[in-house]
């Protein structure tokens, strides 16, 4: 597939500091995404406020930034550097959610500046609770009975209607920060409130627990043309409920069988076809143990915690090739 | 720790591994592949395929969630001996009837385990496929009876063994495909029984005339072990029924029996592609595809009426052809899968497509 | 554990089957585990180990070991727990294993046997340790019978095609992938998974060692298990081997490719570890000797060095019992520093002001170790001042004096960290060089070393000194331009500070000031402290460029994620007695800049006696409405909460500390950080003027 010409100076959001849920993972994505956008002839800004990071070393990227990651800032960057295009999958949740506001300000408008690689609409679809929803059921993917909350209340209710017990998710937050299992009101009530304060959009998704179902994750590759590989497979030795950064993974999957697998592969591959990815994506599955019911958890299209295990234990640098 | 039973696979070219045997202890002559599938072993040891192998599985944990008698490809394993780093004793899935070690056993399939695969599927590759010998005759076979063994193994009637002894029907409302069995998967033909195509099965070595007797809308010639070069007949009765002008479809043996039938070659490949990783790409659109694939032997020259429809990327080497102005495609590869990826799966619904679009014409 | 994620890093092992790759994994978390056994586990009663196997923590892959070890129904515990019945059973095998070990003596090992357990992933010290013999005692038995690992290729495709991956990894099988080659070679021992005080930091040097290396046509492997970082990327080093960082697994790789030299510095405390046992072995270690880094470690032997150099310290001694402790703190006076032996990032370390707290403290230290000792130190409180330097054994090269905001107390790698100095006279920087050469070369110090200093009252005072790399080797390194781990590591490798071009003494200033800033995860650790103190808790950090110090402390706070209050702004506090003078004073210019106060009951006290307007709010145990509700509501923009005594999970202190931290409200817990945020108040800054920063132009005009 022949590459976009017109690209001459590319920007990338890095992660931040390392924090609980987005570690060392992204210095590693991201200094793979420098050196291979580099690589291709193409000047790099970079802008991380992380100083020990390999990426944010003299010399990794063209224009390096080591400046607060808030919207103001970016834009002094952009300002003055004046990119053409934007690449906002490998800075992580930080970076994916720092280009979504970019966009919705209107200042990559206002700066001329095209998004690369998956496209904000992508991203959200991937990330927004509800447009993953629709998108799950524009794709015919089962999930797991959910709503979409932005207040305490309604959180209650739907709860009443699904039953006990329930998981929270926020939505545009990451490692499940402001989240959690509620076994009852008392605890969904407290859950709730501190996750829609800590959602970006003031948004939290209320889902029914399915505690107990295999937690499966493959990370998948597409490019502009359409071709998918699936890079890898891991299977969490830590079932549903536990966070998988927190659960011991083991990749490939150990207890699925050729079916359930390829059940689980397909269901990826069409699920990155449909929103049109460029790049990487994470997708997450819970299998009933029993049965062929699946639901689909979440999707990350981005390169992620998992994608630095799958690159590495199949030696495959999805960060290298996600970019191109 | 268990108690085991030692085993050594003996190559032709004189490398050993020292194991312990499982399954149904037999010393056993065959052709020594690899297949680098991480999930699918069972689909694979009942791949008829397979028959007359030693099969090797790269990935070193097999039998987790052991066997159960849904996914079975074939009647029976028709393989030589499997291979293994480790065979799981205390497997756990939902739909598990059953382990590998007891699976192998009623079969009476020699299994080996515990040797260093990845060292073995490294000889295969730089040395190219080779026979070997599973013995519990540790060190103890002196090198005249090996070779002996050797020079006696043949393969050449590995269709007669695995095709079916009389013909039946699947029946179906939809298009009528009369099916030569060669020792076709199980999978292919619950693809096409799925899209309501009525299968009317024969025996591998059936003539052209009583297949044609039963007036199918097209043919449809499945994968099965060995060289198409053993059985010219066949390749005789497959000339006969393209001569018809009905459409003619094939995967894998199937696909090289109407190469050769059309006017191609085939030659071997050095050791094969067996695993569920190979890419493919249609030479149409440029798309490439992640497929199954199970064989020795490809096509390699094409007769000026054929032209190639896919190649496979890792190698160049051709994956599907289709006949220039006749209803005659077949591909190389799997769609069907079982074990492997589900990207294929349209091509069934292409053939069919394309069958009905002849139909009206090839009524004679 | 549950959906919110708590893990801050992560190892990965690789093996050819799942209980080798579990045991590898295990043995890589660095808790001393090196098999399924875990002290913890085994004193707690069935009833409590299924308790806690249901709602899972960290330990429970060891309580759920234990509890097939009594032997509990394995399928039972699939049920309660949700497990898969083939992991569950995998690691039953392992039980299994152990068990039979425990019968076993080192006599009834057959070459066949070993090879056995082995082959399952056992290392040499699990063995010894259930057999009850000595890991040498294993690892003669099986040079004897040749039962030595071989190294596998990662190559993406099962070994089907010719791969150029050079990534390795151990296994016990028959063929070895390896080549190795007669270059000259270094080894560099990686820093792990990433943790509280030992983060990506140390990677950065790893990985700038191996640059360095390169360029010098040295041959670079690198040995390291967490798969998150920029050192196990395959392209990074020449080889790369994915093994666990213990003993015997480094050995394996050193006695397979026979490197010239093995690199220890740039790994923290888990390469530093492994240097008495490479002595052992006799592998060529290169720059500081493990003797030297021995010394800098041990305390007493430490206190002789810094006596015959006539270098003051704060005066302390370890102790080996309460009485002890309470004997010398008295001597030494109150306040003190207690501190385990042998620690990385503070942990455990406290500050005590009287006996009752320093027993408790005692009691509970002596409880959980009783075989090293605690050290007791007198708690200075001054001006905290960070070096990092290369020796090369005769001269000294500072890249940066760095100053800490926050006097001593707080952990370096939890201060704000400012550079260049803004408050240490040229003489005092003339006094650290010397100082720091002296220990340097008296150390023997060749490559890295970080020495902590206090300025107290005017004299300059030793707190701690580590002969390797630390965590502000990158910033300093990109702030300053100097490639500081380039330079170590050709100091490493022979060559001379003079010859090098940098010269030698402290590098020139640029022209900008760089603060650190620590950032903490804790909203994500329920039942943590929050506040800062000896024991560090950041884990990571960013930086603050700017053309003076406020500038640079403004963009600092914000890009760790913390409000600056304005005219209007809410703020809450509550301070302990002893600090409410300090507190008063920065509280008036507050005030002067139209901020609004609300405080607890002592606090609003001394405000109104100021003549400081406040609003009087309820303490946790004067009923409700209260503090923690005023937080969670949403109108207070800054917390202002200095504890008296951290780490009390009962206190109302530490639930102000996290109700602040769980509901996002930028909370300060030190005088010294309230002053730094309100100096900037003062200077109006508006960040529309601010600058932004090319780190590989801007920095010197």
Known sequence: ????????????????????????????????????????????????????????????????????????????????????????????????????????????DKYHVKVIGTSIESIKEGEDRDSFKRLMERTNQPIVESDIVTDVDSAIDFAQT???????????????????????????????????????????????????????????????????????????????????????????????????????????????????????????????????????????????????????AQAIPLPRSAPK | MKKTVKAELILENGVRFKGNAFGYIKETVGEVVFTTGMTGYQETLTDPSFAGQIVTMTYPLIGNYGINLEDMESRKPFLKGFVVREKCDVPNNWRCEMDIDNFLFQNKIMGLENIDTRALTRVLRDHGTMRGIITTRVDDLTP??????????????????????????????????????????????????????????????????EILAADPDAIFLGNGPGDPKDIPDVVETVRKLIDTGLPVLGICLGHQLISLALGCNTTRLKFGHHGGNHPVKDLKTGRVYITSQNHEFVVSDLSEDVEATFINVNDGSIEGIRHKTKPVYSVQFHPEASPGPLDTQELFDRFIKMIEEVKPHAKR | MGTKMMATGEIMSIGKSFEAALLKGVRSLEIGQYGLERKSSKARDLETLKKRVVTPDDERLFDMAEMIRRGYKVEKICQITGMDLFFVHKIANLVEMEEELKTMKLE?????????FKEKGFSDKAISRFVGCTPPDIYDLRKKWDIMPVFKMVDTCAGEFEAVTPYYYSSYDTENEVVVSNKKKVMVIGSGPIRIGQGIEFDYCSVHCIMALKKKGIETIIVNNNPETVSTDFDTADKLYFEPLTEEDVLNV??????????????????????????????????????????????????????????????????????????????????????????????????????????????????????????????????????????????????????????????????????????????????IMDVTKKISVALKVIGMINIQFIDFKGELNIIEVNPRSSRTVPYITKVTGVPVIDIATRVMLGEKLADMGYGTGICDEPDVVA???????????????????????????????????????????????????????????????????????IAKRCDALGCNFIATKGTARALKEAGIECKLVKKISEGVPNIIDTIRSGVVDLIVDIPKKANNKKSDGFKIRRTAVESSVTLITAMDTFNAMVNVMEKHIDQDKLDIFDINKDMRK
């Open chain 3, 254 to 431: 050193v006695e397979l490719e026979k490197p010239d030299g093995v690199i220890l510095q740039f790994g923290g405390q888990t390469a530093i570890k492994l240097a008495g046992f490479f002595d052992e072995m006799h592998i060529p270690i290169l720059g500081t000797l493990p003797e030297q880094i021995d010394e800098a470690e041990d305390r007493e032997k430490f206190d002789a060095v810094l006596e015959t150099l006539g270098i003051s310290r704060p005066k302390g001694k370890g102790v080996w019992s309460v009485a002890e402790g309470i004997e010398t703190a008295e001597k030494l006076g109150f306040p003190v520093l207690v501190r385990p032996s042998y620690v990385l990032g503070g942990q455990g370390m406290e500050i005590t002001y009287n006996d009752d707290q320093l027993k408790m403290y005692l009691a509970d230290a002596f409880e959980k170790d009783s075989k090293n000792p605690v050290l007791i130190d007198r708690y200075l409180s001054g001006r905290e001042i960070e070096v990092d330097a290369i020796c090369d054994g005769t001269d000294v090269y500072i890249p940066g004096i760095m100053e800490h905001l926050e006097r001593a107390g707080v952990h370096s790698g939890d201060s704000i960290s400012i550079y260049p100095p803004q408050n240490i006279s040229d003489d005092m920087k003339h006094q």
């Open chain 1, 162 to 312: 699904i039953g006990y017990p329930v998981i929270v998710r926020p939505a545009y937050t990451l490692g499940g920060t402001g989240g959690g299992i509620a076994h009852n009101e008392a605890e969904l009530r407290e859950i709730c409130t501190q996750g829609l304060h800590l959602s970006r959009v003031g948004q939290v998704l209320i889902e029914k627990s399915i505690a107990g179902w295999k937690e499966i994750e493959f990370e998948v590759m597409r490019d502009g043309a359409g071709n998918c590989i699936t890079v890898c497979s891991m299977e969490n030795v830590d079932p549903v409920g536990v966070h998988t950064g927190d659960s011991i993974v083991v990749a490939p999957a150990q207890t699925l069988s050729d079916r359930e697998y390829q059940m689980l592969r397909s269901a990826a591959i069409n699920i990155i076809n449909s929103i049109e990815i460029k790049g990487g994506c994470n997708v997450q599955f819970a299998l009933d143990p029993n049965s062929y019911n699946y639901a689909v958890i979440e999707i990350n299209p981005r390169v992620s915690r998992s994608s630095a295990l799958a690159s590495k």
């Open chain 3, 108 to 116: 009834d090992f057959t070459k066949e046997s070993l090879m056995y």
């Open chain 1, 1 to 108: 597939m022949p590459r976009d010409n017109s690209i001459k100076k590319v920007l990338v959001i890095g992660s931040g500091p390392i924090v609980i849920g987005q570690a060392a993972e992204f210095d590693y994505s991201g200094t793979q995404a420098c050196q291979s956008i580099k690589e291709e002839g193409i000047e790099v800004v970079l802008v991380n406020s992380n100083p020990a990071t390999i990426m944010t070393d003299l010399g990794m990227a063209h224009y390096t930034y080591i400046e607060p990651l808030t919207i103001d800032f970016l834009e002094k960057v952009i300002a003055k550097e004046r990119p053409d295009s934007i690449i906002a999958g490998m800075g992580g949740q930080t970076g994916l959610n720092l280009s979504c506001e970019l966009y919705d300000r209107g200042i990559l």
């Open chain 3, 515 to 585: 603060v650190k800033v620590p950032v903490f995860s804790t909203e994500k650790l329920p039942q943590v402290e929050v506040s800062l103190g000896p024991e560090m808790r950041s884990t990571g950090e960013v930086l603050g460029v700017g053309y003076n110090l406020e500038n640079a402390l403004y963009k600092g706070f914000i890009a760790a994620g913390m409000t600056i209050p304005k005219a209007g702004s809410t703020i809450i506090a509550t301070v302990g007695n002893k600090d409410h003078e300090d507190f008063v004073k």
């Open chain 2, 144 to 209: 005249s009876q090996i070779k002996q063994k050797f020079d006696t193994y043949t393969n050449a009637y590995a269709v007669k063994e695995t095709t079916i002894d009389k013909p039946y029907v699947i029946s179906g409302r939809g298009t009528h495909l009369a099916v030569l069995d060669c020792g076709i998967k199980h999978g292919i033909l619950r693809d096409l029984s799925k899209r309501g195509c009525k299968l009317s099965v024969f025996p591998a070595f059936t003539s052209a005339e």
